[in-house]
């Protein structure tokens, strides 16, 4: 059977950004207050209300392709631990459904893996994708705008 784990940004590159490192846009990450939860990929948990956040450009790819994806993220502007556990949905994923999506080993969509998934049906989905052999790994994405929330690997 196979057992998986969501996987947050790596705490060294969060905390890189907290101390200047620009973004995949070359910007600084925008610091301000929260006015509300959101979420954190550094943590997998919520950032909350009145807690300084930085907003940034964020490429989960290790290298430029087409199919390397950039969108807005939020981290908590202190540090956080880093979110570790093996079948537990993180505390983040509080929406109803988010698109659930497969990546190959050279980091592309593989296509025909996409689809809007309810919350709590995201681990099955995961573990249908992850038992392919063409994929290597999954994303959890906002199933509205499409924004990177965490990745789902093998354990």
């Not at 950032?47 to 430029?64: K, N, Q, S, T, W």
């Given at each position: 059977?196979?057992?998986i784990?969501?996987?947050?940004?790596?705490?060294?590159?969060?905390?890189?950004?907290r101390?200047?490192k620009l973004?995949?846009?070359?910007?600084?990450?925008?610091s301000?207050?929260?006015?509300g939860?959101?979420?954190?990929?550094?943590?997998?948990?919520?950032?909350?209300d009145g807690?300084?956040?930085?907003?940034?450009?964020?490429?989960?790819?290790?290298?430029?392709?087409?199919?390397?994806?950039?969108g807005?993220i939020?981290?908590?502007?202190?540090?956080c631990?880093?979110?570790?556990?093996?079948e537990?949905?993180?505390?983040?994923?509080?929406?109803?459904?988010?698109?659930?999506r497969?990546?190959?080993?050279?980091?592309?969509i593989?296509?025909?893996?996409?689809?809007?998934t309810?919350?709590?049906?995201?681990?099955?989905?995961?573990?249908?994708?992850?038992?392919?052999?063409?994929?290597?790994?999954?994303?959890?994405?906002?199933?509205?705008?499409n924004?990177?929330?965490?990745?789902?690997?093998?354990?």
């Amino acid at each position: 059977m196979t057992r998986i784990t969501f996987t947050a940004m790596p705490a060294e590159e969060a905390e890189a950004y907290r101390n200047g490192k620009l973004d995949a846009y070359g910007q600084q990450p925008e610091s301000s207050i929260a006015s509300g939860p959101l979420p954190c990929r550094a943590c997998l948990g919520q950032i909350r209300d009145g807690e300084r956040v930085l907003l940034l450009a964020y490429r989960p790819f290790p290298d430029l392709q087409p199919f390397a994806e950039t969108g807005p993220i939020f981290i908590h502007a202190e540090a956080c631990a880093t979110y570790v556990a093996e079948e537990v949905l993180p505390p983040m994923l509080d929406s109803t459904d988010y698109i659930v999506r497969g990546y190959s080993a050279s980091n592309r969509i593989i296509y025909g893996t996409g689809a809007v998934t309810p919350t709590d049906a995201i681990r099955n989905r995961a573990k249908e994708l992850l038992i392919r052999g063409d994929v290597s790994y999954v994303h959890v994405r906002s199933a509205r705008n499409n924004c990177y929330q965490c990745r789902i690997d093998r354990v």
